[in-house]
Structures are given as structure tokens and as C-alpha cells.
């Protein structure tokens, strides 16, 4: 009940595509859900992150999408750069961040 | 830079050596985690502790252990070490108690076990 689910495991997508990468959960208190995103030799870093509450959330070319009664959420990469190419994990926290889980994460490939 | 940091970037050793990697976390956050990263897998949860006390565990195998010590910085210790331990071994850090806990990373240990 504490795993969060994410696909593809693997993508790829030409520059300027749309890149779309889902994550599910079961454990309702989780109450805040960020994306990490990691370049090859680093360690990840927060990438954007949205509450319950909310169903959308937009920085820039990225985009979370909340889905709160399917517990499902998703990253959404408009105009995709191949900069862009990197692990992309989804997690979920709850309990003021005492409890965090990562996804299995995503490699993004985006070709120029 | 997330101003977590972790030492050393690099270490190599042979199987059966005992290694130990050291992690300073952000001014202020009194959570350090450790996980660990194998070629192309994702985040494995090992270890979290919480102001010097362990708070939650993952898979973290018996001959590795961690603490952290009162100055918050903290340390993992993998012995009898295995070919299949080469990793890339993260800590990261947040601060408890705010509404999100955002982990800040480390720059990673790079372990190469020959």
C-alpha cells in the first residue's frame, strides 16, 4: 500500500513532442506528490510537485495532472528538448514528510 | 548544489573490504536517507534517520549499517563487500515537521567493486 506505481520505464520522443509519464498510488494520507529528475552522475533533484487539492499544476513546459478519486497523477513535458533527457521518478509523502516513497522512475530520451 | 555533501565521490576496493561513506547533510535538516542506485535501477530506500535516531528502514542488507552522529552528519558502512555492491550510493536530507519534507541529494558515492 505505500508503493507508488510509475510507466513507462523507458521513453522516447522526438524535440518538440509531448512527453507523458504516469504514476499511481493506493495509500490515501499521502498528501503531496513531487517529481524528481535526474541527469546521468547526479543525484535527483525536485522538479515540481502538487497536493491533492489541486488538479493541475504548471511550471513552465512542465505540467503535473492530478487525479485524486483514480489516485493517479502525471508529468507532462510540452516541447520537449533533448536537455529534457533524463530519469524523471514521481513520489509521494505523507505525515509532514516523515514518510516518502519513490516510484521505479522513468528514462526520457528526447531525440534531436 | 543542494548543499548536501557527500564524501568520497569515488572508491574503489576489492570484494571483501569494508568501506565507509560519509554524508553532511543541508544546515538545519535533522533527516539524512541512504540509498542506493545500480546501473540503470532506480532509487533503493536503504536506511533514514532522524536526529541521530533510526527511523525507518529499506532494504538494506545486514553487513551494511549507518548512524548518524550528533553534529547531524552521518555514515554507511558496507562490509564483506560483493561485486554486486557497485553502486552509486546517495544521501539525501530533509527538514521534518514542514509540509512537504523535500529530500535535497547528494552528489552520490560512486562504489566499484573489483
Known amino acids: 500500500q505505500q508503493q507508488v506505481k510509475q510507466s513507462p520505464q523507458s521513453l522516447i520522443v522526438q524535440k518538440g513532442g509531448i512527453s507523458i509519464i504516469n504514476c499511481a498510488y493506493e495509500?490515501?494520507?499521502?498528501?503531496?506528490f513531487p517529481w524528481y529528475q535526474q541527469f546521468p552522475g547526479k543525484g535527483p533533484a525536485l522538479l515540481i510537485a502538487?497536493?491533492?487539492?489541486?488538479s493541475e499544476k504548471k511550471e513552465g513546459r512542465f505540467t503535473i495532472s492530478f487525479n485524486k478519486s483514480a489516485k493517479q497523477f502525471s508529468l507532462h513535458i510540452m516541447d520537449s528538448q533533448p536537455g529534457d533527457s533524463a530519469t524523471y521518478f514521481c513520489?509521494?509523502?505523507?505525515?509532514?514528510?516523515?514518510?516518502?516513497?519513490f516510484g521505479p522512475g522513468t528514462r526520457l530520451s528526447v531525440l534531436p | 548544489d543542494s548543499g548536501v555533501t557527500q564524501t568520497p565521490k569515488h572508491l574503489i576496493t576489492a570484494t571483501g573490504q569494508r568501506v565507509t561513506l560519509r554524508c553532511s547533510p543541508r544546515?538545519?535538516?535533522?533527516?539524512v536517507y541512504w540509498y542506493q542506485q545500480s546501473l540503470d535501477q532506480g532509487l533503493q530506500f536503504l536506511i533514514q534517520?532522524?536526529?541521530?535516531?533510526?527511523?525507518a528502514k529499506g532494504n538494506i542488507l545486514e553487513r551494511f549499517s549507518a548512524q548518524q552522529f550528533p553534529d547531524l552528519h552521518s555514515e554507511l558502512n558496507l562490509s564483506s563487500l560483493e561485486l554486486g555492491d557497485s553502486a552509486l550510493y546517495f544521501c539525501?536530507?530533509?527538514?521534518?515537521?514542514?509540509?512537504?519534507?523535500?529530500?535535497?541529494f547528494g552528489p552520490g558515492t560512486r562504489l566499484t567493486v573489483l
Open positions: 534517520y532522524y536526529n541521530g535516531e533510526e527511523r
Open positions: 502538487i497536493r491533492p487539492d489541486v
Open positions: 544546515s538545519g535538516d535533522l533527516s
Open positions: 513520489a509521494a509523502t505523507w505525515n509532514y514528510g516523515q514518510n516518502f516513497v
Open positions: 495509500n490515501t494520507a499521502f498528501d503531496y
Open positions: 539525501a536530507s530533509s527538514v521534518e515537521g514542514t509540509s512537504t519534507g523535500e529530500q535535497f
